[in-house]
């Protein structure tokens, strides 16, 4: 039973606020989807489309390489788009192969999908010289603090010292 005087380490969050400030933003793309009536698409599809419409059918490991991400959460994802009908697998080049590909559906948007690509990334742009410090030298310097101590020792370390992780 929950102990309703033990405080709740999810009340703080330094970095909810650029989450939240994402999944905005992927609303508002999504909103410029349901306005042009697309139906079933998600602003986390765009990439996968937009990669196997420039190069052709994939198996998912070629896919999750490509966009860099895991074979597993590429499943998952192939998984939904064909749910949604915007992609289909087919048969690969042996019998234990399959590629994934793109459903006639989303072969009919993707020209879309290229030009909201573009506009998303020019708005992206537009927003980061309208601002003091740009998130992408963010990035960049987050990456080369982590260089010298990864996020995992960086919390390793933090839970050595806490004696609820024991």
């Given amino acids: 039973m929950a102990d ?3 405080p709740d380490p999810t009340q703080e969050s330094l970095w909810r606020p650029l989450r939240l400030l994402q999944a905005s933003m992927d609303a508002d793309i999504a909103r410029l989807y349901s306005e042009k009536h697309i139906k079933g698409l ?4 765009v990439m996968e489309l937009l990669r196997l419409h420039a190069h052709g059918p994939m198996t998912i490991t070629e896919l999750a390489e490509s966009v860099g991400r895991t074979h597993s959460a590429l499943s998952q994802k192939v998984a939904a788009m064909r749910a949604a009908g915007w992609v289909e697998t087919v048969a690969g080049d042996d019998a234990r192969s399959k590629k994934v ?3 006639g559906d989303a072969r ?5 999908l290229a030009a909201e690509w573009r506009a998303t990334e020019a708005a992206v742009a537009e927003i980061e010289a309208e601002i003091p410090y740009p998130l992408t030298r963010v990035v960049a310097d987050i990456e080369r603090v982590l260089a010298r101590k990864s996020f995992h020792d960086r919390i390793a370390e933090k839970l050595a010292e806490d004696p609820a992780w024991e």
């Fill in 42 to 45: 998600k602003p986390s599809f």
């Fill in 108 to 112: 009919g948007i993707v020209d879309r």
């Fill in 101 to 103: 590909t793109l459903t």
């Fill in 4 to 6: 309703p005087a033990a």
